[in-house]
């Protein structure tokens, strides 16, 4: 069974996994099956839900909605993360030229109200601003995280992929602490556990959320050199640790990390996300931790 951990003093309970619907869209699910996927991973232990408003070009929250629709009580048992400020061009938009970002307060009003209305629900758990923007006035964010959280739309607040200045820029303007910072950590890209990410999250007792850790696939299927000694370290380590799938290993890597990051599962197969609820039981030691990092890098530590 999957525990509960705090992301931060301030912060709310999140699961230690968390369900990832990113690719709804591509699940192929009717509402009733969307809706039997959730509540099984609920019954795993895993509560926290992590969405973006652009996800599935801007269809997954709705589908996701419409499974909560069927059976409303559920809202109660689950914490819904989702994302804004990333701003989509295509057919839906056909006024924009340019894929871009805005953290103006007119939009974060905007893609909140859009995402409460898609999600059928009447509070967001957290919000994050999904990618970090030039042209963010920090001020701005504030007077819309203030307002969201004073008429009760939207409970905590976060960012995705921002540097640790990024996050101190923001932070020093609010009075409400941001949760989390949500960033890619695995194999094949785990930068942010030597730029400072990490080590600020750690100083401050913030978790992180981790996504991607799988690598998009790309750990079990790439073809680069990189992704080959990755491939056979993580199967080495699997035989040592009695693990079922190098997935499992992964998962384990990553939360060795002493920033305690929350990973995040992408897989809408319920037997995948259970060999990532077997994965919590699972511990490398310092030593196996470091030959995946090698592997990664094509070279030894300095």
């Not at 959730?38 to 992590?50: A, E, N, P, R, S």
């Not at 009760?152 to 992929?161: A, L, R, T």
């Not at 942010?192 to 790309?218: E, Y």
Request: hydrophobic residues 40%; aromatic residues 8%.
């Amino acid at each position: 069974m999957v525990s509960k951990v705090t992301t931060a003093s301030q912060g709310p309970e999140f699961s230690e996994l968390v369900q990832g619907y990113w690719r709804l869209a591509e699940w192929g699910m009717t509402a009733q099956k969307r809706l039997s996927f959730l509540k099984q991973h609920i019954d795993l232990g895993i509560t926290t839900v992590d969405h973006a408003d652009i996800y599935g070009n801007y269809q997954c929250e709705s589908l996701f909605g419409e499974a909560l629709k069927l059976e409303p009580s559920v809202r109660d048992k689950i914490e819904i993360v989702t994302k804004c400020d990333i701003m989509l061009r295509g057919d839906s938009f056909p006024m924009r030229k340019i894929n871009h970002y805005d953290t103006s307060e007119k939009h974060i009003y905007e893609s909140v109200d859009n995402s409460l209305a898609r999600l059928n629900i009447e509070q967001i758990d957290v919000l994050l601003i999904h990618r970090p923007d030039a042209l963010m006035d920090a001020d701005e964010v504030s007077n819309a995280f203030n307002e969201l959280y004073k008429v009760g739309k939207v409970k905590h607040f976060g960012v995705s992929n921002f540097t640790p200045s990024q996050f101190n820029l923001l932070q020093s303007r609010l009075s409400k602490s941001l949760v989390t910072n949500q960033v890619e950590i695995n194999p094949l890209n785990f930068d942010v556990a030597h730029d400072g990410t990490l080590d600020m999250l750690q100083m401050n007792r913030i978790r992180p959320m981790a996504w991607s850790c799988l690598g998009g696939g790309s750990i079990f299927t790439g073809s680069t050199n990189q992704a080959k000694r990755v491939r056979e370290e993580l199967e080495t380590i699997r035989t040592e640790i009695d693990a079922k799938s190098i997935d499992q290993v992964i998962y384990a890597w990553v939360k060795t990390l002493p920033s305690m990051p929350i990973p995040i599962i992408g897989s809408g197969n319920i037997d995948r996300v259970k060999a990532a609820v077997d994965s919590l039981t699972l511990t490398l030691t310092r030593e196996q931790w470091y030959r995946v990092w090698v592997a990664s890098k094509g070279h030894g530590v300095p």
